[in-house]
Antibody, heavy 121, light 106 residues
Framework: QVQLVESGGGVVQPGRSLRLSCAAS????????MHWVRQAPGKGLEWVAV????????YYIDSVKGRFSISRDNSKSTLYLQMNSLRAEDTAVYYC??????????????WGQGALVTVSS | DIQMTQSPSTLSASVGDRVTITCQAS??????LNWYQQKPGKAPKLLIY???TLETGVPSRFSGSGSGTDFTFTISSLQPEDIATYYC????????FGPGTKVDIK
């Protein structure tokens, strides 16, 4: 069965960096686009970034452009989110999610359990 | 950027009631619209994609309709396990979610 397991969350000071990982199993990871979606405490869902199946392109929400970087290692079936210059407003549960297609955005058909990132001094 | 709105923001209904949620896009998105269910402390779950197609394994009491800018999500007979927050999400451009509709039992 499809499994997505995030790791790397924690408490970090403003301005510092953190890298999230998402280990995928149960499907051919290299065949699907992958996303990061976040949810601030008590708030709604906010899409953060997407990377195509082959890593050839990626896109970001404006508020993280230049600070966050999405990447993937298809040989390890792992998705990453490098988060730099973190701000208090980046505090959220970060979910990795699989798209239903390879090179496009369509629907998030599988989700991980989420990793909590808290940015606080 | 495409903005999504949902109404109502919360609703209370009785078991067996028909429940309807509306979602509106700030511009024409054809049928590029999905619906998700999120239970407290859990990850979201895809229920409907392409505005009206039921995801495999999702009960048939859930349905969706609409195109262009106006969309509707319906639970034909509310069950206790349907207590959750429901989100619409567009994918005409970079994806964005509606603010959510919290559904509880009256």
């Amino acid at each position: 069965q499809v499994q997505l397991v995030e790791s790397g969350g924690g408490v970090v000071q403003p301005g510092r960096s953190l890298r999230l990982s998402c280990a995928a199993s149960g499907f051919t990871f290299s065949s699907y686009a992958m996303h990061w979606v976040r949810q601030a405490p008590g708030k709604g869902l906010e899409w953060v970034a997407v990377i195509w199946n082959d890593g050839s392109d990626d896109y970001y929400i404006d508020s993280v452009k230049g600070r966050f970087s999405i990447s993937r290692d298809n040989s390890k079936s792992t998705l990453y989110l490098q988060m730099n210059s973190l701000r208090a407003e980046d505090t959220a549960v970060y979910y990795c999610a699989r798209d239903s297609v390879s090179i496009a955005v369509r629907s998030f058909d599988y989700w991980g359990q989420g990793a909590l990132v808290t940015v606080s001094s | 950027d495409i903005q999504m709105t949902q109404s109502p923001s919360t609703l209370s209904a009785s078991v067996g009631d028909r429940v309807t949620i509306t979602c509106q896009a700030s511009q024409d998105i054809s049928n590029y619209l999905n619906w998700y269910q999120q239970k407290p402390g859990k990850a979201p779950k895809l229920l409907i994609y392409d505005a009206s197609t039921l995801e495999t394994g999702v009960p048939s009491r859930f349905s969706g309709s609409g195109s262009g800018t106006d969309f509707t999500f319906t639970i034909s007979s509310l069950q206790p396990e349907d207590i959750a927050t429901y989100y619409c999400q567009q994918y005409d451009n970079l994806p964005s979610f509606g603010p959510g509709t919290k559904v509880d039992i009256k």
